[in-house]
């Protein structure tokens, strides 16, 4: 039987989710919390198996929360329950099974738990959410990223390249540049591959971005980008990126 752990600061919408979830006979609930640290404080040792969590509470959001969650060395697999649909894009970007919306439907509800247990079969929680988040990224066209304390919303069309850089992931675009701490190899899980290419081990281009191809020393490249800079291309990537564009 699934434990699950609910954070809202309704009463009424947590015992409405009980109600629900206790019906399925699949889901045991071993906790509640009306905020973000009532939750922090009980959820790591509880360790359940998901969270139901709200996107608006009182003094916190649920999409920090969820954050937090994910650095746990047992994180659990997170359900967004909440009232609002506009966030659904940085859920998953933050790792999230399923995105539920208020009021709960009972049939809605069990599709979530029957994901849940092909995800807990595959014995990897993060397959699936990522495979959804690919496909919301390449939907919407935006790339949801945590920078500076805050969630932001990047046009993929406007990223000249994502490097690696002291410790930090560099995300360049046409206008500015993020500093993020998710590592390269997540981003490129998210970015559509028809658009983006690994060209070094520390580097990922947006081919859409690439003006001019410069031979270098012992086979290699370097791309110069439409905004100026400059991309190392390694010997590794250099068959990918002559696939790639055909040359």
């Not at 045991?28 to 973000?36: C, D, L, P, R, T």
């Not at 060395?73 to 790792?95: K, N, R």
């Amino acid at each position: 039987m699934l434990q699950a752990f609910l954070v809202d600061d309704e009463p009424l919408a947590r015992d409405e989710l009980k109600y629900l979830l206790l019906r399925t006979k699949q889901v045991e609930i071993v906790g509640e919390a009306s905020s973000m640290d009532e939750a922090m404080a009980q959820i790591p040792s509880i360790a359940p198996d998901l969270v139901f969590l709200d996107i608006q509470l009182a003094e916190d959001s649920g999409l920090h929360l969820a954050e937090q969650l994910h650095r746990l060395d047992q994180p659990p697999a997170v359900i967004f329950a909440t009232a609002y649909d506009e966030y659904a894009l940085e859920a998953f970007e933050l790792h999230a099974v399923d995105y539920i919306l208020k009021p709960f439907d009972e049939a809605r509800l069990q599709n979530t738990l029957e994901k849940i247990s092909r995800i807990r079969a595959l014995g990897d929680r993060e397959t699936l959410p990522e495979r959804e988040t690919k496909a919301v990224v390449e939907q919407t066209g935006k790339l949801a990223v945590m920078a500076e304390e805050r969630i932001i919303l990047v046009d993929i069309s406007s990223i000249v390249y994502i490097g690696s850089t002291e410790g930090k992931t560099l995300i360049k675009t046409t206008e500015t540049e993020y500093k993020i701490s998710d590592p390269l190899v997540l981003l490129e899980k998210k970015l559509p591959s028809g658009s983006f290419v690994r060209v070094h081990r520390s580097f990922l281009v947006n081919i859409n971005a690439i003006s001019e191809i410069e031979p270098w020393f012992h086979s290699t490249y370097n791309l110069l980008m439409k905004d100026g800079s400059k991309v190392p291309v390694s010997r590794t990537y250099v068959k990918e990126l002559k696939q790639v564009l055909g040359f």
